[in-house]
C-alpha cells in the first residue's frame, strides 16, 4: 500500500507502525525481556511503531512497570531502524515533558531537562532570565508572568550544521501551566493545562533528533516559559502591554496568553535572520473544534512551506491541514479602542484563525508557518501505536520537514 491521495497518508508506512506496536504490546501482555522486531517492509516506521508503543509515563509511581527491550531482526536496515528509532524517542521525550506534573515542569525544570537530555549533542544551549527579557522590551511575553510565583525563562538553542545558511527557527509556547490567569478556565479536565507547554516540548524534542541524526542545517529553538496564574500582580482585562516591536495590546482575555509570549519571541526570531520561522502552540480551543485530533492545522504564508510540510505528515501518519490566513482574520484583531491590536476577537467565530492573525504582526518572515496542537495535545485511542495521555505530536512530522529542509 503506497499514499491514499484522499486520507492524505501513506496507509503501508502506518500499517506497519500498527503490526510494530502490536508485537511490542503482546511482549508487554507477556511480560517478556526483549523483543525483536522485523522491518515489514519498512524498517524506519518499524522502528517509530515499537518505540512509541514501548513507553508509559510513570515518574513518580512507587510501582513501576518494566518495559522490553527493543531489537531488530538481523534482516532488518539498520539505518532506518535507527532512524525510526530516533524519531520515536524524541517524541517520547515530548510526551513525558508533557505528561509531568506543573509542580514538577516549572519553566526552570523545563530547561534543566533540556540541558540534561541534549547534553553530549552539538547543542549550543543558553538560559535567559526575566531581566533579560525586560531589556529587550518583551512586555508581551512578561505580562503572562507577572501573576506566578516562578520566574519566566526564555531557553534558546542552537545547532549548528548547515555551515554559512540561514538557520531555521522553531519558536514552541512554552505555558507551563495555565488556569486562564484573571480569565481563569472552569475547573474541570484545568488538569491537563500542564500540557500546554506541548509546543515547547515538541520543537525541544525535534532539536533532540535533529541534533542526533546530524542533519546539514543550522537550527535555532526558541522557547518562552512561563506559568499564567490568577494573583494580585496579574495583568487585568483591559490592560495594554507593548510587545517587543513596539506594537501596543489590549488583552481583553487574559486566557489568550500563548499568542502574548509567542508574539515577543517570534520578534526576536525576526533578529536571527531566518531562512523560516515555525511557531507551534496549543494555542486555541477552536482548532480542537474545528479539526479534532486528525490533524495539525496549520496557518502559512507560503504555499510551497505548506506543501512541502503536509508530505511530510503523510510520511509520518502525523497529517497537517492548511486553514486561512486571510487579511479580513487580521483585520479583526485591530479592534481595540486602546491599543494597536487586540488580544482577542470582539466579534465570535474563527478564532484560530483570527489568534494567527495576531501572530502575523509579529514576524516579517517571508516563510513563516504557524501549527496550532491544540487538537491533537492528546490520545484517547485514534493513533493505534500510542497510549493515552499526551501525544507528542507532531515532533515526527517536524524532523522530516526539517531534514527535508537539509535537501
Known amino acids: 500500500q503506497g499514499v491514499d491521495k484522499e486520507e492524505e497518508i501513506h496507509k503501508g508506512r502506518e500499517a506497519v507502525r500498527c503490526a510494530a506496536a502490536a508485537g511490542v504490546r503482546a511482549?508487554?501482555?507477556?511480560?517478556?525481556?526483549?523483543?525483536?522486531?522485523?522491518?515489514?517492509?519498512?524498517?524506519?516506521?518499524?522502528?517509530?511503531?515499537?518505540?512509541?508503543?514501548?513507553w508509559v509515563y510513570q515518574q513518580f509511581k512507587k510501582e513501576k512497570k518494566t518495559l522490553p527491550v527493543i531489537g531488530r531482526l538481523e534482516e532488518v536496515d539498520s539505518l532506518g531502524w535507527e532512524n525510526g528509532l530516533v524519531l520515536g524517542r524524541s517524541q517520547n521525550w515530548a510526551r513525558e515533558l508533557m505528561e509531568a506534573p506543573a509542580n514538577f515542569l516549572t519553566p526552570t525544570q523545563f530547561c534543566m531537562e533540556a540541558e540534561r537530555e541534549l547534553a553530549g549533542l552539538p547543542v549550543e544551549l543558553v538560559v535567559r532570565e526575566e531581566e533579560w527579557a525586560r531589556e529587550l522590551g518583551m512586555g508581551s511575553?512578561?505580562?503572562?508572568?507577572?501573576?506566578?510565583?516562578?520566574?519566566?525563562?526564555?531557553?534558546?538553542?542552537?545547532?549548528?550544521?548547515?555551515?554559512?545558511?540561514?538557520?531555521?527557527?522553531?519558536?514552541?509556547?512554552?505555558?507551563?501551566?495555565?488556569?486562564?490567569?484573571?480569565?481563569?478556565?472552569?475547573?474541570?479536565?484545568?488538569?491537563?493545562?500542564?500540557?500546554?507547554?506541548?509546543?515547547?516540548?515538541?520543537?525541544?524534542?525535534?532539536?533532540?533528533?535533529?541534533?542526533?541524526?546530524?542533519?546539514?542545517?543550522?537550527?535555532?529553538?526558541?522557547?518562552?516559559?512561563?506559568?499564567?496564574?490568577?494573583?494580585?500582580?496579574?495583568?487585568?482585562?483591559?490592560?495594554?502591554?507593548?510587545?517587543?516591536?513596539?506594537?501596543?495590546?489590549?488583552?481583553?482575555?487574559?486566557?489568550?496568553?500563548?499568542?502574548?509570549?509567542?508574539a515577543d519571541a517570534l520578534c526576536y526570531a525576526d533578529t536571527l535572520q531566518p531562512r523560516l520561522v515555525m511557531d507551534v502552540a496549543t494555542l486555541t480551543g477552536a482548532m480542537s473544534v474545528a479539526l479534532g485530533t486528525a490533524a495539525t492545522g496549520v496557518f502559512s504564508n507560503k504555499v510551497e512551506d505548506f506543501t512541502m510540510l503536509a508530505?511530510?505528515?503523510?510520511l509520518t501518519g502525523d497529517r497537517v491541514w492548511r486553514m486561512p490566513l486571510w487579511q479580513s482574520y487580521k483585520d479583526k484583531m485591530k479592534n481595540s479602542p486602546l491599543a494597536d491590536l487586540n488580544n482577542i476577537s470582539?466579534?465570535?467565530?474563527?478564532?484560530?484563525?483570527?489568534?494567527?492573525?495576531?501572530l502575523s504582526n509579529f514576524t516579517t518572515c517571508p516563510s513563516w508557518m504557524h501549527l496550532d496542537i491544540a487538537g491533537v495535545m492528546s490520545n484517547e485511542g485514534e493513533v493505534k501505536y500510542l497510549g493515552k495521555g499526551m501525544s507528542g505530536r507532531p515532533t515526527r512530522t517536524m524532523v522530516k520537514f526539517v531534514e527535508r529542509l537539509t535537501l
Open 27 to 54: 511482549a508487554l501482555d507477556m511480560k517478556a525481556g526483549e523483543v525483536h522486531i522485523e522491518d515489514f517492509g519498512d524498517s524506519e516506521a518499524a522502528g517509530e511503531g515499537a518505540t512509541l508503543a514501548n
Open 311 to 314: 508530505e511530510c505528515g503523510t
Open 346 to 358: 470582539l466579534t465570535p467565530g474563527g478564532g484560530s484563525c483570527t489568534a494567527a492573525g495576531f
Open 141 to 262: 511575553f512578561l505580562s503572562v508572568s507577572r501573576g506566578s510565583v516562578e520566574p519566566p525563562k526564555f531557553l534558546e538553542m542552537k545547532y549548528n550544521g548547515g555551515g554559512d545558511t540561514k538557520p531555521v527557527v522553531l519558536v514552541g509556547k512554552g505555558v507551563t501551566f495555565d488556569t486562564g490567569g484573571i480569565s481563569i478556565k472552569p475547573s474541570g479536565k484545568m488538569d491537563a493545562m500542564r500540557a500546554d507547554m506541548g509546543g515547547a516540548a515538541t520543537v525541544t524534542a525535534t532539536m533532540k533528533a535533529v541534533a542526533t541524526m546530524g542533519l546539514q542545517v543550522n537550527l535555532v529553538v526558541l522557547v518562552p516559559l512561563t506559568e499564567n496564574m490568577p494573583d494580585g500582580a496579574s495583568t487585568k482585562p483591559g490592560d495594554v502591554v507593548t510587545a517587543m516591536n513596539g506594537v501596543t495590546i489590549q488583552v481583553d482575555n487574559t486566557d489568550a496568553e500563548g499568542r502574548l509570549i509567542l
